[in-house]
């Protein structure tokens, strides 16, 4: 099953089941129980929304505006360095551990909506991942069971403010500015992708493509990541993993490759879809409010 959350045509905030036919719109009939695809995930109710598509409203993708899948995880948590092929580009040894850090709701859009280039740089970068959404809670979660816990996987574009990344060596401000980062277009859920490490992920700027590579070549992959983070906090439903990115990636490209307006990324994975995002400049009114300041 493929979960969407959006913006529909009178601007409320709903949910639906994507099907060849278009997006079935079960939000409004769930929705005094269940307001969001974050709660439906923390009830444990996914198999409702397959009961409510076969009679919900039929909507055409061109009349919502994507959000996140979970627009308002209480945690996203991003792995970095976790393709050996990335891992390679950088000229860096191989982590012992997973080196993990975090976004905000904030800093994410969802598919077919632009994704913005601070007006203070002139450095950002595209990262194709997955992401795994975890449907039920866990803390110290084995890896044998790490999988009981995933709910489905969806796309995501770790946009990279590169400078800004390297003014210390936290990755948080390059990783952090507001709308410069994507995800969806959907959640498919994880009775569709029983080994994610099958999956083959692609990222393509203007239609070139830019990266290539298997999940396989994880230095620590889903089951791994779920085990080890789960140590140090509760995972909960709804929580985001993007699992880190191939190399291929803009600052280590000869000449580099950054975005600029204009610009399409594209990340696609086969089985659950494209995500795709023009980009845009900051608005010119955030630049004139930083001078005011």
């Known amino acids: 099953m493929r979960i969407s959350s959006y913006l529909s045509s009178d601007g409320n905030a709903s949910f639906g089941v994507v099907t060849g036919e278009g997006i079935r719109d079960v939000g409004p009939g769930l929705r005094a129980d269940y307001p969001d695809l974050r709660a439906v995930l923390d009830a444990d109710a996914l198999p409702l929304l397959a009961a409510a598509a076969a009679t919900a409203p039929?909507?055409?993708?061109a009349s919502v505006r994507f959000l996140p899948p979970v627009a308002n995880p209480d945690k996203i948590l991003c792995v970095g360095l976790n393709y050996a092929t990335h891992i390679a580009e950088t000229g860096r040894e191989r982590p012992s551990h997973p080196s993990i850090f975090t976004r905000y709701p904030g800093s994410l859009v969802g598919h077919g909506v632009p994704v913005e280039r601070p007006f203070v740089s002139e450095k950002f970068d595209y990262e194709g991942e997955l992401a795994v959404v975890i449907g039920r809670p866990g803390r110290h979660v084995p890896e044998a069971h790490a999988f009981e816990h995933v709910a489905g996987y969806t796309?995501?574009?770790d946009g990279s403010v590169r400078d800004w990344q390297r003014h210390t060596t936290q990755f948080w401000a390059g990783k952090s500015f507001s709308r410069s980062g994507a995800m969806g277009p959907w959640l498919v859920t994880a009775d569709e992708i029983p080994d994610p490490a099958r999956l083959?992920?692609?990222t393509r700027v203007n239609g070139a493509e830019v990266q290539s590579?298997?999940?396989?070549d994880l230095v620590f992959g889903v089951a791994r990541l779920i085990a080890y983070l789960s140590t140090v906090i509760e995972l909960l439903p709804g929580d985001v993993i993007a699992t880190g990115t191939p190399g291929g990636v803009g600052l280590f490209r000869q000449p580099p490759l950054f975005l600029?307006?204009?610009d399409v990324v594209?990340?696609?994975v086969e089985g659950i879809g494209v995500l795709s995002n023009p980009v845009v400049d900051e608005a010119p009114a955030a630049a004139g409010a930083a001078a005011a300041a």
Do not use: I, S, T
Not at 58 to 61: Q, R, S, T, Y
Not at 213 to 216: K, P, Q, S
């Open 155 to 157: 796309l995501f574009n």
């Open 266 to 268: 594209e990340v696609e």
């Open 58 to 61: 039929l909507l055409e993708p």
């Open 213 to 216: 590579a298997g999940l396989d």
């Open 200 to 202: 083959h992920l692609k």
């Open 260 to 262: 600029k307006a204009g």
